[in-house]
């Protein structure tokens, strides 16, 4: 398991030859240990580079400049990224939670805990990192978006669907705050105003890939799966493609298993 202990520096002992000399002058001070010099901090160059690489990867590269530095705001956060795509939550939320020890008004740190918690099902524990953020950014439309995830999670539907809409008023053109507004609904039981949702936020430019796959998911849990799966190809590779149209045919078989699992797709939502 990942942990974020700085590096030690490993002193080197030091052997003194007893001399008579020495041995006469008892009160003569020993010469300090020489001091093991200190870790390479990698160059704003190395850290852009580092972008592209997989989580784990990545976890390693940013857990060496965390350990470098632990006052490193941005290793730190990025540690705590990586850890989060990788499925460590603990780790994530320790990572971040060390950030906000070094700067404990850090909105990213807080949303980092937040996306923890919400990646392990845990929505509860979310809200309060994500209320505190919202207090320090209340014009930020991802707190919110965020915290309806939570909310739901915690099963207070009344407080999520109020929190989307907030996401939404707060930026009503932002692919990513409709897209999770839409999935509350089709959570929910309202399929078709979550499909017209979702058309419209992937017809937004810029609109990430998620938010077509959250449109096939929508789609095929309506036993579309033709235009879902047409949808699944234009962004994953054949064999998720399979392993989704799969899942998708198993869950359209029971409405009940279908509202369950569709809102697996919304626990993981990251603002």
Known sequence: MCRMSALAATALALSLATSPALAAKP???????????????????????????????????????????????????????????????????????QVAVVQPRNIEAKLEIARSHIGRGQGFYAIEPAREAQAL??????IPSLLGVAY?????????????????????????????????????GEAGQAEAMLRQAAAKPGAPMVVRQNLALVLGLQGRLDEAE??????????????????????????????????????????
């Open 27 to 97: 009160d003569k001070a020993a010469p300090a240990a020489e001091a093991a010099p200190a870790p390479r901090k990698a160059s704003p160059q190395e850290r852009q580079q580092v972008a592209g690489l997989d989580p784990l990867a990545r976890a390693a590269f940013w857990a060496r400049e965390a350990g470098a530095d632990p006052t490193d705001v941005e290793a730190g956060l990025q540690l705590s990224q990586a850890l989060r795509q990788m499925g460590n939550y603990a780790d994530a939320i320790i990572a971040a939670q």
């Open 230 to 271: 047409r949808l699944a190809r234009q962004d994953l590779p054949p064999e998720a493609v399979a392993n989704n149209m799969a899942w998708l045919r198993s869950a359209t078989t029971t409405a009940s298993a279908a509202t369950t699992r569709s809102w697996e797709g919304v626990r993981k939502a990251q603002p």
């Open 152 to 188: 739901e999670q915690a099963q207070r539907s009344e407080e999520a669907l109020a929190a989307h809409r907030l996401a939404v008023s707060l930026a009503p053109e932002n692919p990513s705050a409709i897209s999770n507004l839409a999935l509350y609904y089709a959570a929910h």
């Open 137 to 142: 950014a209340p014009r930020d439309w991802r």
